[in-house]
């Protein structure tokens, strides 16, 4: 059983200087304590640990021995303590985040720009995956945070901050022209070849919740993994696509999409930051947060 820790320490330097004064001046402290540390593993020990040398002490066979060992052990020590100096100064470390597709390029993406400018050293691991894997890898503690959308389950064990708002469209190509600058009944979209999204997504649970409270049900044409994807496909007109606005933005504003209108409106949604609250925010995160001039209670 090791007595104490700062014998081992004190026997270190002495062994790494060769000399009881230049170990006591690495110390900061006296050389009577640095002698009498000495003794005391000694006695300990059972073994005597230096001899004396015409400048300084030299290592006796068992204190090679054990100075074999005691280097690898302390300077694995300073390694691990300038580890996490460096990680303190945002010089090493690393931040684990989930985020979609949609809230990596609609929010995320240019404060992770702005932070890896600052902090170049700090690896940034994104988990691509929809809100629902978002939220359970958080409570699994394999990301540090999570960007999601509403809506979703929300736990005591959450914390959950709205960032942004985002809005729900259904947008159609030439095929459906007839159909532009008109209101419609949402029951119309029973009638239309539908895209959505698959339904593991925040997206196509709240959409099929809205259309729900409206009795119309939807068995879409097409289930697609990707927000991206449905926007193709309704600018090939193979049906009207439902996504969040940011999406379709260029073809809208082009004129390649058209947004349908209807006599009710689509409530608007949120992008959300979300952390465990029982897990500590490690720095870089914490810097992360600044520049997304983000306040985490």
Known sequence: ????????????????????????????????????????LEGNLGVLLFTRAARGVKLTGEGRLLFSYVEKGYEQIEMGVTKIRQMQNLELGEIHIGASDMTLQFYLLPYLERFHEQYPEIKVV????????????????RIDFGIV?????????????????????????????????RTL??????????????????????????????????????ELATSDMIVQFALRSLGVGCVVRDFAKEYLESGQLFELRFNQMIPKRSFCVVSNMRIELPMAVRKLFEIMELEIK
């Open 149 to 181: 959308s509403t809506p979703f389950e929300e736990r005591e064990d959450i914390r959950s901050v709205p960032v942004r708002e985002i809005e729900d469209v259904f947008v159609a190509g030439r095929r459906f022209i007839s159909y532009k600058n």
């Open 185 to 222: 009944d949402l029951q119309k979209l029973q009638e239309l070849p539908m895209i959505f999204l698959e339904k593991n997504t925040s997206t196509r649970s709240y959409m099929d919740g809205f259309l729900a409270k409206s009795s119309v049900a939807i068995q879409p044409e097409f």
């Open 1 to 40: 059983m090791i007595s104490n820790l700062e014998y081992y320490k004190v026997f270190y330097y002495v062994a790494k200087t060769g000399s009881v004064t230049k170990a006591a001046g690495e110390l900061s402290i006296s050389q009577p304590a640095v002698s009498q540390a000495l003794r005391q």
């Open 126 to 141: 994104v988990t691509n995956a929809p809100t629902p894997e978002t939220l359970q890898f958080l409570r699994d503690g």
